[in-house]
């Protein structure tokens, strides 16, 4: 059983910069891919960025490639998700996911957070 707990979310102007952190309960935090998903308001949950096990593999959703960077420090059992250059359509929930073994991007990942709201202002 893996709990992940995320914090970093808040409101910020378009342009800016936002840090979101995932801490990962357990000792086994290096055996789990991890991947951030976002959804927004009256729309499906998305595919955002995922990490290997070891953070040498790294995927971006095309909507944030360039912008952001998803890395993960395993003695700390924690992945960030760096957000930069912000625009207003980065608005959503933003959810931590982990899965064993191999990195996706798909959804099926095995443990979720509860998610941190993520408000980009114009």
């Known amino acids: 059983q893996v709990q992940l707990v995320e914090s970093g979310g808040g409101l910020v102007q378009a342009g800016g910069s936002l840090r979101l952190s995932c801490a990962a309960s357990?000792?086994?935090?290096?055996?789990?891919?991890m991947g951030w998903f976002r959804q927004a308001p009256g729309k499906e949950r998305t595919f955002v960025a995922a990490i290997s096990l070891s953070g040498a593999s790294t995927y971006y959703a095309s909507s944030v490639k360039g912008r952001w960077t998803i890395s993960r420090d395993n003695a700390k059992n924690t992945v960030y998700l760096q957000m930069n250059s912000l625009k207003p359509e980065d608005t959503a929930v933003y959810y931590c996911a982990a899965r064993l073994g191999h990195v996706t991007m798909t959804m099926t990942y095995d443990y979720w957070g509860q998610g941190t709201q993520v408000t980009v202002s114009s």
């Open positions: 357990g000792r086994t935090f290096s055996s789990y891919a």
